[in-house]
């Protein structure tokens, strides 16, 4: 299988899961680890060989996911030391192991990606602008649905790198309203442009400023604030 490039990760459709249905039941459940456990190496390389059967399995399973389900299950992988959502599978050189625990690990990771893109685009839903808002509502919806992204991204375990997933979601979000991908790419940029660190825990005043600089450069208009009329928007974004 060819390696999923930097633009198709940073394409919403792609991963958008009302775009790519996704059946499970116990038997996809039992086929599924039937064929991992055909690319456990029956015995592991370990440190000594720099776990080459290790990561070769991981590389055969990836394939073999992302030829069953589609490409959308790239991330299956993608671990939370790596700034991703996965907490079920780290990578190939601890998660292998004997035929069935890793079968078992890749099953989770699989059902773990989906959920979290399925929350993801629920959040997307919940946080989109209405279609006949104003510039200066547009701009207030932005600001909000920033923050809530942000804070998204920090509460899926994410460690190093987690700036770089904060900056996937933020351009998914923004394309999943219609904008072009360009667009939304060099939106994402200029509002964040280097201001998160990996590793740092962004204050509440930062995220805020994002925010803000994102919905003014989209827009040309500065977010309401502490809007009476969006008391209950607010507390409901906030809830969840």
């Given at each position: 299988?060819?390696?999923?490039?930097?633009?198709?990760?940073?394409?919403?459709?792609?991963?958008?899961?009302?775009?790519?249905?996704?059946?499970?039941?116990?038997?996809?459940?039992?086929?599924?680890?039937?064929?991992?456990?055909?690319?456990?190496?029956?015995?592991?390389?370990?440190?000594?060989?720099?776990?080459?059967?290790?990561?070769?399995?991981?590389?055969?399973?990836?394939?073999?996911?992302?030829?069953?389900?589609?490409?959308?299950?790239?991330?299956?992988?993608?671990?939370?030391?790596?700034?991703?959502?996965?907490?079920?599978?780290?990578?190939?050189?601890?998660?292998?192991?004997?035929?069935?625990?890793?079968?078992?690990?890749?099953?989770?990771?699989?059902?773990?990606?989906?959920?979290?893109?399925?929350?993801?685009?629920?959040?997307?839903?919940?946080?989109?602008?209405?279609?006949?808002?104003?510039?200066?509502?547009?701009?207030?919806?932005?600001?909000?649905?920033?923050?809530?992204?942000?804070?998204?991204?920090?509460?899926?375990?994410?460690?190093?790198?987690?700036?770089?997933?904060?900056?996937?979601?933020?351009?998914?979000?923004?394309?999943?309203?219609?904008?072009?991908?360009?667009e939304a790419e060099q939106a994402v940029e200029n509002a964040i442009g280097g201001r998160f660190e990996s590793w740092v825990h962004p204050e509440r005043t930062l995220i805020e400023s994002v925010g803000e600089d994102l919905a003014v450069g989209l827009t040309g208009h500065a977010p309401y604030q502490d809007h009476r009329e969006r008391a209950a928007l607010e507390e409901l974004h906030d809830r969840y």
């Open positions: 299988m060819p390696r999923v490039t930097y633009e198709v990760i940073r394409d919403w459709d792609t991963f958008d899961p009302a775009r790519h249905p996704f059946a499970w039941d116990e038997a996809e459940d039992a086929r599924l680890r039937s064929l991992v456990r055909e690319w456990v190496p029956p015995v592991l390389s370990g440190m000594a060989d720099w776990w080459e059967g290790e990561r070769w399995c991981e590389s055969q399973v990836d394939a073999v996911l992302r030829e069953r389900y589609g490409t959308w299950a790239w991330g299956w992988n993608w671990c939370y030391r790596d700034g991703g959502p996965i907490g079920n599978w780290v990578s190939g050189t601890s998660s292998v192991t004997t035929p069935d625990e890793t079968a078992a690990r890749v099953v989770a990771a699989l059902l773990e990606w989906r959920e979290w893109l399925e929350r993801t685009a629920q959040r997307f839903t919940e946080l989109a602008p209405p279609p006949d808002a104003s510039p200066e509502e547009r701009s207030w919806h932005l600001e909000r649905a920033c923050v809530r992204l942000v804070t998204h991204a920090l509460d899926s375990g994410a460690e190093n790198a987690w700036r770089g997933q904060t900056s996937i979601v933020l351009g998914w979000f923004l394309t999943s309203t219609g904008m072009n991908l360009v």
